[in-house]
């Protein structure tokens, strides 16, 4: 067979994307909710498909080369576009670290390794790429993971915008470990780890959009040393997934598509700083919408709930862990729900469109 | 210890850069060659500092969990922002597939996954990501590699171009493999798998900026089947390498340097198609400096060398294979040297600042 054989005909294949939007990329398609879902399904799953991909994770695993090892290995990785690069609480690097090592740690594994490549604007400061070099290796350090390996290109001025770092984690995971986002089981209790809503003011507020003051700081974090304090006391987890992009209802409902199964929220016990209800009130947003960098959601079932409290209440990054909702059996469709302050209920939907973004 | 004491504090680092070019990046930065090389050392080794890095080459290593086992993985990562992202003989999508292939391969390792992390301009046509995304999956399959993980993330118009991707290759490779950059040896033959200079001169001609009309189309290939048929006969390789941004000269100047040894080629004998000759005589480039993404450089003991151009002849990537140079020992400095056809001597230098910017 002639290598030209191999190459595409594109004449050969259809076009099955729906044509709207013109057939063409909005901003909605980064969002991380439901136009993302479809992006990737009508493209990336349809071509590339194979069962590491289809589990929809935010990580693959692989076997270890000896199969009858105990441990296997599980990668991720990240494109991080966020605008500005510095925002109150950190920058591009840290979350570039952060982001993947979180989607590692949430498979339940401990991330190891990290490699980065790198997307110049031309006329970028040097001093800016060293604070986030910097950044990144303190990030590293505090999350005891190696940078092994990069690279870098430069854009000429006008086709990138500053920098743009894209990160893949290798980490291990035990071979018993079963933590997806299918796992969820009707009795489960939903925890979050602490505040919601704090990445995605920040940034809004660095890029003065906002049309006030605020205090609040990013929650950007490494929380891999958090996860395994709980994993450690082998305490049975069902679901982890840090709810980056789209936030804790667009992660919430993935969870309840891939479980079959209904959450149900208390609006009550949500943790959420006064500043960010109070910037999200004013600017008509929904703080369950909206990004967060250093917090995960756990589910496990509720007799384990107060023990993974307290454990993540031990640690900084988890000192406003609450619970925050159920799992019960889907009636017919399953979905989110919120049971308000006031003693109604309302769907949670995933998130359609894009609210902000270049938020990571 | 609490995590903020774990932010960085800018105002302790000195910067350590030389303030060239007012202190910004330039597109110098992203050539491959020397600035390249400065920007890398100055700022990622300083501060990503760890053996796996320090090590230079494009991929880094990692033990098998079992330390036992006589495999261990090898790691590569690479940008991609080609302009344009359809060219004669290739796309982005194979591109991106085949730098990561190739990485891995010259390890002397077999790439076994990918994971990808896609950068969007909206407005982006889906029909040409569709496109990518179709000749990404083929040439995964050509390779042999799966497409494990990725991400998609989507910047506003004018704060990127069209697509870019960012590819992560894991691969095994044999405890006891040795090829490297620093292990070339007087008496060693240098050996080119085809003609160089396709890639460059393909993608100048696709943006319009010879002038002129050309043929040439990109050998943008996965190598890893060609160079794993050299590999499987038991061949003593001390060093392989894809000479792709910078070009030949650059890479074996790397060489050189690592090695400490002195290479010296033979003009007559390097292998350039006559569209090629002929675009980089108009142009005034050196076709040693143009890059290639589809040619693998094997150094090997004098002996081997007739049976790797046999055996690289017979598989249509390595069809133009030719012996082009000889190492020798270093005199005083490591350098490259070019016996020219009227019968004198030329130092071929490695690139410094840009010839192509986003050749790659």
Chains 1, 2 share one sequence.
Not at 186 to 211: C, F, K, P, Q, Y
Not at 324 to 339: L, N, W
Request: glycine letters at 10%.
């Amino acid at each position: 067979m002639k290598t030209s054989d191999l190459k595409p005909d594109f004449s050969k294949f259809s076009c099955p994307l729906p044509l709207i939007h013109k057939g063409q990329i909005v901003l909605g398609h980064g969002s991380g909710g439901r136009m993302t879902k479809d992006l990737i399904e009508s493209i990336f799953y349809r071509y590339f498909d194979n069962p590491y991909l289809r589990k929809g994770n935010d990580f693959a695993e692989f076997n270890n080369l000896d199969q009858k090892a105990n441990m296997k290995w599980v990668v991720s990785t990240d494109a991080h576009i966020v605008k500005p690069i510095f925002f109150p609480g950190g920058d591009i690097g840290r979350l570039a670290i952060s982001g993947t090592v979180n989607d590692i740690s949430v498979s339940g594994g401990i991330p190891k390794f990290i490699t980065a490549s790198f997307i110049l604007e031309e006329g970028l400061q040097l001093r800016d790429l060293e604070k986030i070099a910097i950044s990144m290796s303190i990030t590293a350090k505090e999350a005891g993971v190696e940078i092994i390996a990069g690279d870098t290109k430069v854009a000429e001025k006008g086709s990138a915008d500053k920098v743009f770092i894209s990160t893949t984690g290798i980490g291990i995971l035990n071979q018993n470990t079963v933590i997806r986002g299918d796992q969820a089981k009707a009795g489960d209790s939903v925890i979050i780890s602490g505040t919601i809503g704090d990445h995605g003011i920040a940034v809004l507020a660095a890029r003065n959009e906002l049309g006030f003051r605020t205090k609040v700081e990013s929650d950007v974090a490494p929380l891999n040393i958090l996860i395994q304090n709980v994993l450690k006391q082998n305490i049975e987890v069902h679901v982890m997934r840090d709810p980056t992009r789209g936030g804790v209802a667009t992660t919430l409902n993935e969870i309840a598509l891939q479980s079959k199964v209904t959450i149900t929220l208390d609006e009550t016990s949500m943790p959420i700083k006064q500043e960010v209800r109070s910037a999200c009130e004013m600017l008509g947003f929904d703080p369950l919408y909206i990004a967060n960098e250093g917090k995960v959601i756990i589910i496990s079932p509720i007799i384990h709930a107060e023990d993974i409290i307290q454990i993540l209440q031990d640690h900084p990054l988890g000192k406003d862990a609450k619970i925050i909702g159920e799992v019960s059996k889907a009636d017919s469709t399953p979905r989110v729900i919120m049971k308000t302050k006031i003693g109604g209920t309302r769907i949670v939907d995933m998130l359609s469109g894009e609210m902000l973004p270049r938020i990571c």
